[in-house]
C-alpha cells in the first residue's frame, strides 16, 4: 500500500544525511569559539581594570586573585605589600604601599589607619595571611589577604611593576 502523502527525496537517505551534515558543520562554527573562548588561557586580573566588588570580602579572609582584585578597586582601600623591600623592588601590585612583615610591622602598623579597607598580599600567603592576623587583633576592621600571595597573582595574568 502507498503512503497517502508523498516523500520528498530531500529527507531520505543520502541526502537528508548531507544537510545534516551541513547544518552540524554551521552549529559548531558558530559554537565552538565561543565556547573555547574561555578556556585559552589565564584570566587576567588588574588593580585598575574590570570589576569592583559591591562589598568587602569578609574581615580576615583569604580571597582568590580576582576577588582580590575586585575587591581592591573599592574606594580608600589600601593595597599593602608585606615582603621585604628587595623583593617589593623585583615587582609589585600597582599603588602598592610596602611594610615588611619581619621588619618593624607593628611600627608600621601604627602608621596606618584602622578603618581604612586594606588589601593585604605576600609573595605564597603565608606572611599576608599572618598580617592579617596581626592587623585584626589590633583593631583593623576591613582587611583580608591574596590567597597565594603575588604568584597567584601572575598566574592569573595580573599586572606587576618595578618602578
Not at 13 to 27: C, E, N
Not at 76 to 82: E, K, S, Y
Not at 102 to 113: E, I, K, N, T, V
Request: aromatic share 4%; charged share 10%.
Amino acid at each position: 500500500m502507498r503512503s497517502p502523502l508523498p516523500v520528498p527525496a530531500a529527507t531520505t537517505g543520502p541526502r537528508i544525511l548531507a544537510r545534516l551534515g551541513v547544518l552540524v558543520a554551521v552549529v559548531v562554527a558558530v559554537a565552538l569559539p565561543a565556547t573555547l573562548g574561555g578556556c585559552s588561557g589565564p584570566s587576567s586580573v588588574s588593580v585598575t581594570q574590570g570589576p569592583t566588588a559591591t562589598a568587602a570580602p569578609q574581615v580576615g579572609a583569604a580571597v582568590s586573585a580576582s576577588d582580590f582584585a575586585a575587591a581592591l578597586k573599592r574606594p580608600g582601600t589600601v593595597v599593602l605589600d608585606v615582603r621585604t623591600p628587595a623583593e617589593f623592588a623585583q615587582g609589585h601590585l600597582p599603588g602598592a604601599v610596602n611594610i615588611d612583615i619581619s621588619g618593624d610591622f607593628a611600627g608600621g602598623m601604627s602608621r596606618l589607619d584602622p578603618t581604612a579597607p586594606y588589601a593585604v598580599y605576600c609573595h605564597s600567603g603565608n606572611r599576608s595571611a599572618a598580617a592579617v592576623q596581626a592587623m585584626t587583633s589590633v583593631g583593623f576592621t576591613d582587611v583580608y589577604d591574596l590567597a597565594g600571595g603575588i604568584l597567584a597573582w601572575q598566574k592569573a595574568g595580573g599586572e606587576v611593576v618595578t618602578d
